[in-house]
């Protein structure tokens, strides 16, 4: 009986996730065939089929790629000498109720040096082609069919023979008014040989609805053959998902590379991965695009992003360099933890650890309220028989050094490693999600007011006289930890205070290296005998509201 619940309980799952309609069909080897329209909406993105847009450079396949995800975060700049997208990236496309993944990938020259960027980036796109599903060729209308378009379908057919590619022209918004034209380029697209082209702008958003029609019955034979696969039908569905509490800790984690140019955040991404992921190489800037990816560890999901080199915005950065560091920028505000890369061999030369770009970066993190790790790279360049006394020297320093020029976080974790032999992967991994499940931690009112008696008792107080009367300390958030402290009378804490609670915090429940907040609000007498009123509806109807952070404290009333 109870198995029978529990298919029935599957079943009922599996049917509202797959469904716009309820109508089954029973196949000769017992599956569950689809005959109603997919909502794929409803579709785990871990399952949505993957589609590739690849072409020659300058074609429009990063402005095609935010008008599917709806978003700009693909750089897009008119650079006819130059190649702005290098790496692949990923997002969740929406067209319409099409749900699917796309990459957007780096333009394809079959007669590339080698060694080239161009060069380099091409195998990376092979790399990821073998893991797509579908294919959009996109070119250029007003351009017409260009060599370099023969030459990449030629590319696509040798690389990739199991998939046949829409054609897309783009750039079509000119041709719409006069049919004649737009008919002529297409006849001259089939050339191509794969098939009809569909006319689209992914500027303007023109053509979109025919993009649609030709993408939604490949897209939609492919879910059946996967939500049709018993293994597939076990695995799309959790029974207790929806009925536990979720712990934020064990949420998905947005873990952000940053550093200057050329310190190998680009090769720690690949180490993490544990694949050619993002072009690397000696030469500096070769990241422009935030490049985000997804992968897990020991069953976290983690969001993996890498930044290009973070520079000061001057006059002479423009165009795609300067767009990249407004991007690395939005980047870091929107992770939960910071890897601030530091070059081992630099630090050696210059005789410190952080150079000014480095230091704006680690308190932007701190005011930001992000948790903070320290990744020292190239480690193996110290290594050998005349270096060992460097090597021993960085890693008593670093640590030294990075407190004193950010005391406002203490304990700051960092962590000594050689991206590009792969060492130290493990250690990064395990010291990111400490650091993360810091930032995420709770702790129990009862036990921070057992620990806030314990801990007023030894402060040693200048004046005894003038001592504020803590009467109850709370945790009001989590990410980073906030917490207020209820304080009774006239006299409010000092800077000193806040800072010997906060060095206490950390040392007694282990929260070294993530910032801390304290807040402190005065109450009445009449609010301290228990009115049932908070400190807001205090009979004065004035409250002092103080709140203190690791940077900077703000008197509000």
């Known amino acids: 009986m109870r198995d029978q619940m529990i298919w029935i309980r599957r079943f009922i799952h599996f049917h509202k996730l797959t469904f716009a309609a309820a109508h089954l069909d029973v ?13 794929f909406t409803q579709i785990q993105i871990s399952r949505l089929p993957t589609v590739i847009i690849l072409g020659r450079p300058n074609v429009g396949k990063s ?36 749900r699917f993944r796309v990459l957007d990938s780096a333009g394809l020259e079959a ?33 017409g069919l260009h060599p370099l378009d023969l030459e990449v379908g030629k590319w696509l057919r040798k690389h990739a023979p199991q998939i046949k590619p829409i054609v897309a022209m783009n750039k079509s918004e000119s041709l719409f008014n006069d049919s004649g034209s737009l008919a002529s380029a297409a006849n001259e697209m089939c050339r191509l040989g794969f098939g009809d082209p569909v006319a689209i702008s992914a500027e303007t958003g023109l053509g979109m609805p025919d993009l649609y029609r030709s993408l939604r019955p490949l897209l939609e034979d492919y879910m ?8 597939a039908q076990d695995n799309s569905y959790n029974e207790d998902s929806s009925f536990l509490d979720v712990d934020k800790s064990k949420l998905p984690l947005q873990l952000a590379i940053v550093g200057r140019p050329n310190v190998g955040k680009s090769t720690l991404l690949n180490a993490l991965l544990l694949e050619d992921r993002v072009l690397v190489g000696p030469e500096a800037g070769l990241t422009r695009d935030s490049i985000r990816t997804e992968f897990e560890f020991q069953g976290r999901t983690i969001y993996l992003v890498d930044t290009a080199g973070w520079l000061q915005r001057t006059k002479q950065e423009k165009g795609a360099a300067s767009l990249s ?15 601030l890369v530091l070059d081992a061999e630099e630090i050696v030369n210059a005789r410190r650890s952080m150079k000014h770009a480095e230091v704006v970066i680690a308190r932007r993190a701190v005011e930001e309220g992000r948790g903070l790790v320290v990744i020292v790279n190239k480690m193996d ?52 999600i400490d650091t993360y499940e810091k930032w995420c931690s709770r702790l129990p009112t009862a036990r921070l007011n057992r620990w806030l008696q314990k801990v007023m008792s030894r402060h040693s107080w200048k004046d005894q006289a003038a001592q504020p009367k803590l009467k109850y300390f709370t945790q009001v958030k989590a990410r980073p930890p906030t917490f207020v402290a209820f304080v009774r009378g006239k006299t409010q804490l000092s800077d000193t205070d806040i800072r010997f609670l906060t060095k206490s915090l950390k040392e007694d429940f282990d929260l070294g290296g993530i910032p801390i907040r304290i807040m402190q609000r005065s109450v009445t007498k009449k609010d301290a005998r228990g009115t049932g009123k908070s400190s807001h509806s205090a009979s004065t109807g004035r409250v002092t509201e103080r709140v203190v952070s690791d940077k900077r404290s703000v008197l509000v009333e």
């Open 27 to 39: 196949t000769s080897r017992g599956f569950c065939t689809l005959t109603a329209p997919l909502d």
């Open 381 to 432: 360049l110290l290594r050998g028989k005349h270096k060992s006394s460097s090597y021993e020297k960085v890693m008593e320093i670093v640590p030294q050094e990075i407190q004193t020029i950010i005391p406002q976080v203490t304990g700051i974790p960092v962590v000594f490693i050689s991206a590009l032999e792969g060492r130290g992967r493990t250690a990064v991994l395990h010291q990111v």
């Open 325 to 339: 560091i407004m991007q690395s920028r939005k980047s870091l505000l929107r992770a939960h933890i910071i890897a």
């Open 224 to 231: 059946l053959r996967v939500l049709n696969d018993e293994g």
């Open 63 to 98: 402005a095609l790629f935010n008008r599917l995800i709806r978003r700009r975060e693909a750089l897009v700049y008119n650079t006819p000498d130059d190649h702005v997208t290098r790496d692949i990236r990923e997002g969740v496309a929406k067209l319409g109720d099409l």
């Open 111 to 143: 007669e590339a040096s080698s060694g080239s960027i161009l060069h380099r980036t091409a195998s990376i796109t092979v790399n990821v082609l073998a893991r797509s599903h579908f294919a959009l060729f996109l070119t250029d209308a007003r351009a």
